[in-house]
């Protein structure tokens, strides 16, 4: 999909500055860099069917619960002084909410996402449609599957590519092309982490934390050199998606189980905001997931 006609780029949720009395430490310390983000509120989640090891319909799920800690993350992000905006919900289509996996923006560029499953495929349509409609004229839509930034993490120099359970090798060529960045290949082996946003996530332009037994062999090895100061976190704050954070460089949002994880990231001087997202999480997402960044 392309389009020629460049519209009014619209943020139906844009935040505000962040107040001097930010409740969130360091909130108003202005040493981050200032997001972009895209959201999707749970107003039809529900865990109808089983595409991840997470899933599990007779377990049902709340969705009022989910919607109150969606709307938390959403207010971390105001309150640490990033813009969300907001695509509108589609009915049927409960796992909209996970909007991370809608596409893949890189400088102003939007690649789009192919669902490997047939429950989720039509998102990739709503999510490519929004960016048209708000003004976005370098669009296209994949001709293999891939899920967005679940599987696409972007660094200063460099994107990163999960494959393995839902991401067609092939789609990281092609994003390599259209982008135009330089895309680094990880294999995935461990089906609790099927998205590469389960178990690694960067810190900022430069450096990532991840689990290494989500990824195979060679890869671990791909990452050690990449990122020989690489936050390593076990698997017991991995199986609680604590990878599955947001960091703006300086705060990182995190589900609030990672205890060990949360540790070592103040350690290593970053501010720590906890947020619950178990409820989320029975449909196999957290902070990241729910979260797109849209770059340029």
Known sequence: MTTETPGQ???????????STAPWPGAESGQSTT???LMCRPEHFAVEYAINPWMDPSAGADRDLAIRQWEELRSVYEGLGHRVSLIDPVEGLPDMVFAANGALVVGGRVYGARFK????A???????EWFVRNG??????ASFTNEGEGDFLTLDHVILAGTGFRTDITAHSEAQEFLGRPVVTLRLVDPRFYHL????FPLNGHNVAYFPGAFSPGSQEVLRRLFPHAVIADEDDAVVLGLNAVSDGTHVVVNAEAAGLRRTLEHEG????PVDMS?????GGGPKCCTLEIRG
């Open 122 to 128: 039509a998102e990739g349509p709503a999510y490519l």
């Open 197 to 200: 946003d389960t178990a690694l």
């Open 279 to 283: 409820e989320l999480r029975k449909a």
């Open 136 to 141: 976005y004229d370098r669009v296209r839509e």
């Open 117 to 120: 499953h047939p429950e989720r």
């Open 35 to 37: 997001k972009h983000f």
């Open 9 to 19: 780029e619209i943020h139906p949720g844009a935040a505000s500055p962040a107040a």
């Open 270 to 273: 970053f501010k720590v905001v």
